[in-house]
């Protein structure tokens, strides 16, 4: 927990990049000073080539929290084709990461190319799109959520607190590779 920006991360072109090559003390994941419940969420991202991030919210900020994802679910952000976490279809661009979401409906635009997305958390109620496919609909903390994060990497132990809350800080991910995110706009329902 810091107030100040790693180096990791520049603006350059009216985006914000994270860039690895800078040393690895200037990392960590860039998150709202603000905590948001009901909103609707718009960007554009772009990753490189094997580039993988992604966008974590309902981030719980605690010193016990060592992560955000330990709190916080994730719409993947993904080179589907070079990136090594491309095997399992619920980790593809787009997808509720380790949750739900297949190559059906992970349709991301060429590495380098900037991708639409659209999340809406309103009352628990979560929508995903993804260059205007939807990519997740679905309720936290109803059975069928509940059974998602049970079949996921979350069911174990160090992640006893995620997605408990439909309410929390916004993230976006310092992962392997380049991304760039631009257009960010937050609007509270």
């Not at 800078?22 to 709202?32: F, H, K």
């Not at 772009?46 to 060592?66: A, L, R, T, W």
């Not at 590495?111 to 993804?130: M, P, S």
């Amino acid at each position: 927990l810091r107030d100040t920006v790693g180096s990791r991360w520049r603006v350059q072109d009216g985006a914000i990049i994270f860039d690895p090559s800078q040393p690895q003390s200037g990392g960590g994941d860039l998150v709202t000073n603000d905590v948001y419940e009901n909103y609707e969420l718009n960007l554009e991202w772009k990753i490189s080539k094997g580039g993988n991030s992604g966008i974590i919210f309902d981030v719980q900020e605690d010193p016990k929290y060592s992560d955000t994802y330990l709190t916080g679910p994730e719409m993947q952000v993904l080179d589907n084709i070079g990136a090594d976490d491309n095997k399992k279809q619920t980790h593809l661009a787009g997808c509720l990461y380790d949750m739900a979401g297949d190559s059906t409906v992970s349709k991301p635009h060429p590495v380098g190319e900037w991708n639409q997305v659209r999340l809406i958390q309103n009352k628990g109620h979560l929508t995903f799109w993804l260059n205007g496919i939807q990519t997740f609909d679905g309720q936290i903390g109803s059975e069928a959520w509940n059974k998602m994060v049970a079949g996921s990497k979350f069911r174990n132990k160090a992640f006893a607190d995620f997605a408990k809350v439909a309410k929390g800080r916004i993230a976006l991910q310092q992962h392997p590779g380049s991304s760039g995110w631009r257009n960010i706009k937050i609007k509270q329902l």
